[in-house]
């Protein structure tokens, strides 16, 4: 029972290692890419004044390495629709524009980043063509940095048969990384039957713990290739698998040998969510953060389909890190003890199944899961200290709609989740997307209460 979680550990060593030849090459060649830094963003001066500042940079991901996009103009506005600043992309394809009024006057308030469409270059358009503007409301006093992908204009001037496969590749990725926090919160759900609120700060928590190893100075090499990224990973896994661990041995443990309720714990785990939070917040700040290897090479395309190494190496990574775990649940013993503790807890501790170390691993891999799915996640789209407990809703909809506590129902719960997520932004606003989601939960759950793979006896 000891060498199987090693040999699985192993396997996704290797997996995490493989990122730097899928992230770090394109299409053409293998040769390292190098930070964007290099050619392009160059970090505005540091300043010494009480003013917050909304800063990003464009590069185009066509190029290879991604090259600086100089000239494109951009304003910001208010709440109350009042132009507030204005501001051009330098030859970095920097752009930095100052709010006004000290920190003070600007904390808390939102104000909406524009991009004026006519100033892109010449056959180039946003990766995402509906993202023409963006709202931030700074919370701490320090600047705001936004971002505004561009690359090839195909998916811009796609029909809608097109935009929808585009919007399905990116719902895949999505639905996979959405599938490993879901797998990792139905196992803690089956095992321990804790409604765990605090699950999105252990997402949280892998893309922090990534992003500090990605932000330790200079790069992590190997035969001269920037393998920091993958570091990154490997120790964001190691770190929430021990956070994990951490988490049941301090609080959940405890609770459980002195009675208390499930209702009362789940109470604990949203008091638990809120602290983690904040101390989220004060350590890493308010503002969106992105990995120094986050700009992708340049894409394959497939047909009129874009699709990047880097949504590959998602695909890839968490398809073999969901089979390994499902896997191990059916075949291994100690995934056998632990389907026996979801089934019946005290009819498996009167068997001689150690109840306390099956939960344990259960904490330990769902905890890593949770911690890898939000380092997959920062790479996609970048990070706040509210990653996690922004998508927990819709981590709580995919286990319910597969089915509380079976592992593939959580899986295929949220493929349908992801996929929907990204597919419905054709007909109805981005911003609404969600809700849609969590519109087919309720209506999937008023035809089959159990979910799509639970069983009917376990509900009530």
């Excluded at 001066?45 to 940079?57: E, F, L, S, V, Y």
């Excluded at 629709?81 to 501001?87: A, F, I």
């Excluded at 995402?128 to 561009?150: A, E």
């Excluded at 209460?449 to 639970?454: A, E, I, V």
Aim: charged share 15%.
């Amino acid at each position: 029972m000891h060498a199987r979680p090693r040999s699985i550990a192993a396997l996704l060593t290797a997996l995490a290692v493989a990122a730097l030849v899928m992230i770090g090459s394109g299409p053409v060649s293998a040769a390292p890419v190098p930070h964007v830094g290099e050619s392009a963003c160059t970090k505005p001066a540091p300043r010494n004044d009480d003013t917050i500042h909304i800063q990003g940079c464009l590069t185009d991901t066509r190029e290879k390495p991604p090259k600086a996009v100089p000239g494109v103009k951009f304003t910001v506005v208010d709440d109350q629709g009042k132009n507030v600043g204005e501001g051009t992309s330098n030859d970095s394809g920097v752009f930095d524009i100052a709010l006004p009024g000290k920190s003070i006057d600007v904390l808390g308030n939102t104000y909406t980043v524009k991009l004026d469409k006519s100033s892109l270059p010449e056959g180039a358009a946003l990766r995402n063509p509906k993202q023409l503007s963006l709202k931030v409301t700074p919370k701490l006093s320090s600047d705001v940095y936004v971002t505004f992908p561009i690359g090839d204009a195909t998916a811009a001037n796609a029909g809608k048969a097109t935009q929808a496969l585009q919007l399905a590749v990116g719902g895949l990725v999505f639905s996979l990384l959405l599938a490993m926090a879901a797998l990792g919160l139905s196992m803690i759900f089956g095992t321990t039957g804790l409604t765990n609120f605090a699950h999105g700060e252990l997402i949280t928590f892998g893309a922090l713990v990534a992003y500090g190893v990605d932000a330790l100075p200079g790069t992590i090499t190997i035969a001269g290739t920037n393998v920091t990224i993958a570091v990154s990973i490997i120790v964001a896994a190691i770190a929430s698998a021990g956070f994990g661990w951490l988490n049941d041995r301090a609080l959940w443990r405890p609770l459980r040998h002195r009675g208390t309720g499930l209702v009362a714990m789940m109470v604990v785990s949203i008091g638990l969510s809120i602290f983690l939070r904040n101390v989220y917040q004060y350590l890493a700040g308010a503002s969106t953060h992105q990995y120094s290897q986050f700009s992708s090479p340049r894409p394959y395309h497939i047909g009129p389909i874009l699709v990047t190494p880097k949504d590959v190496f998602i695909v890839v990574f968490s398809t073999i890190v969901l089979v390994v775990v499902v896997i191990a649940l059916q075949r291994t013993r100690l995934g056998k003890a632990t389907r026996a503790v979801a089934d019946n807890t005290a009819l498996a501790a009167a068997t001689g199944i150690n109840v306390d170390r099956v939960i344990s691993v259960v904490w330990i891999v769902g905890a890593m899961l949770a911690g890898m799915s939000g380092v997959l996640l920062g790479m996609t789209q970048g990070f706040d200290y509210q990653l996690g407990f922004k998508i927990l809703l819709l981590v709580f909809a995919a286990t319910v709609l597969g089915g509380l506590g079976t592992a593939w129902g959580a899986i295929v719960g949220a493929l349908v989740i992801g996929l929907f997520v990204e597919v419905s932004t054709l007909f109805i606003p981005a911003e609404l997307k969600f809700v849609g989601a969590l519109v087919v939960l309720i209506v999937v759950l008023l035809v089959r209460p159990q979910g799509l793979l639970g069983k009917a006896q376990r509900v009530g």
